[in-house]
């Protein structure tokens, strides 16, 4: 069998590298007197997220937690936040809060996973589906592009989906923790590439200045990646031609499009994202069963673990605020111990509030879905689409890291040490002897 030598024929990928090197939250704590922490649901760029509830509104939602001690992410972070572009395609923050030395992002909290988790279980999508993600994104980097941002990280891991089940998808555009408006200063050296490769483009290999038409060789690549089942590779494409071979029933407009938007060539490509999404306007919408998008998420609690009393499980925050931790090899106990069972009781009434908000939310997002959608740049949060493990060690061993941290060490958030290593033309942490 030929293999094309620029993509790797799984079609998926694992969550990201992340920024944080322990868990540094614990399940019941509230943050800055409003977010109570349910659960760890996922990793991003800069920070852990849990789901949280929000004691004031009483509604559940995504809480991005970072420690103020990384000044480089805490930037980022707080520029990611404030940057207010609204789409019905975008991830809108709702709110953030700082308090001792960590800050907090939350965000509407979207259940149905990502999609490089879509790819990874259906391999290559149909047309008319992959065709239906790729107008939302356009329709998305839109709204961006109109407003002299760069996103700067299009990859399918960054784009969450609303658990529709077999009716279409809704595609969300997160993750714009390393976007960048063309007129602001650059947090970066020009000799620093953000990004994730297999999706940069030539010029931000390079070093060009931040330019729009870059985001559309991101989405030309995942168009490719969604409608060949191929995943790309992290090399540098110089030739227009290095591309899979035409899935059958792939109409000329779609792929066309798609193979423009990924041309290295920066002045071949569609001039917008309006000019692309006109492109393939013509790929009608058709309704695919056999794609069922449902909830990424663990049962709220189940993420969290059981809550029994074990020794030495619970430390004092400062004050008399006590939470509850699970142990882990990361995280021997300071002194101080507090009553297991205040601990105990306080993480059970966290998972008891928000399981109720649940049902409640369940019922307004069938009446509130259309307000909900005005959005704005936010944070990331990647869901953990394997879901929990209680295996100390194994919850992140085998995930992608980054390509610039081949060769550096540190411990997850079960105190292992993994290493960055590249392995089969991909990078992932693998555990260190």
Not at 214 to 227: F, K, N, T
Not at 324 to 340: C, D, H, I, S
């Amino acid at each position: 069998m030929n293999r094309w030598p620029g993509y790797d024929p799984s079609a998926g990928s694992q969550p990201g590298h992340s920024a944080v090197r322990l868990r540094f939250c614990f399940v019941g704590e509230v943050i800055a007197g409003r977010y109570e922490l349910i659960d760890m649901i996922g990793e991003g760029g800069m920070g852990g997220v849990w789901r949280a509830y929000d004691l004031r509104d009483g509604t559940v939602v995504a809480a991005k937690v970072l420690r103020q001690s990384d000044a480089g992410s805490l930037l980022r972070f707080m520029r990611e936040q404030g940057m207010r572009i609204h789409h019905p395609n975008v991830v809108t923050p709702l709110s953030w809060a700082g308090v001792d030395d960590r800050v907090l992002i939350a965000m509407p909290l979207v259940e149905g996973g990502s999609v490089s988790g879509l790819a990874r279980r259906y391999g290559k999508l149909p047309a008319p589906y992959a065709a239906e993600l790729l107008r939302q994104l356009l329709d998305a980097l839109t709204a961006v592009h109109e407003q002299g941002v760069v996103h700067r990280d299009i990859k399918p891991a960054n784009m969450l989906l609303s658990a529709t089940g077999t009716d279409k998808p809704h595609l969300w555009l997160t993750d714009f923790g390393v976007a960048v408006s063309v007129d602001a200063p650059r947090l970066t050296s020009h000799s620093i590439v953000m990004g994730t490769p297999g999706y940069l483009a030539p010029e931000q290999l390079r070093g060009y200045d931040p330019d729009p038409r870059s985001d559309l060789y991101a989405v030309g690549m995942m168009g490719i990646q969604l409608l060949t089942g191929h995943k790309p590779r992290a090399h540098v494409r110089t030739d227009a031609l290095d591309l899979p071979p035409r899935p059958d029933g792939v109409p000329d407009a779609l792929w066309d499009t798609v193979i423009r938007l990924a041309d290295p060539d920066i002045d071949r490509r569609p001039a917008s994202a309006v000019e692309a999404r006109r492109a393939i306007e013509a790929v009608a919408w058709e309704k695919q069963s056999a794609i069922d998008v449902r909830s990424d998420l663990p049962p709220i609690g189940e993420a969290a673990g059981d809550f029994r009393p074990i020794d030495g499980s619970t430390a004092p925050l400062g004050g008399d605020h006590t939470v509850m931790r699970r142990p882990t090899a990361a995280m021997p106990m300071a002194g101080n111990v507090a009553a297991p069972a205040q601990s105990t009781n306080r993480a059970h009434r966290a998972v008891d509030r928000a399981a109720r908000a649940k049902k409640l939310q369940r019922v307004a997002v069938l009446v509130g879905a259309p307000l909900v959608a005005a959005a704005a740049l936010a944070a990331i949060w990647v869901p953990k689409e394997n879901g929990p493990t209680d295996e100390p060690g194994k919850a992140r061993l085998g995930a992608e890291c980054i390509w610039s941290d081949v060769g550096t060490s540190e411990r997850d958030q079960n105190g292992v040490l993994r290493t960055c290593l590249e392995q089969d033309g991909r990078y992932v942490w693998s555990a260190t002897s």
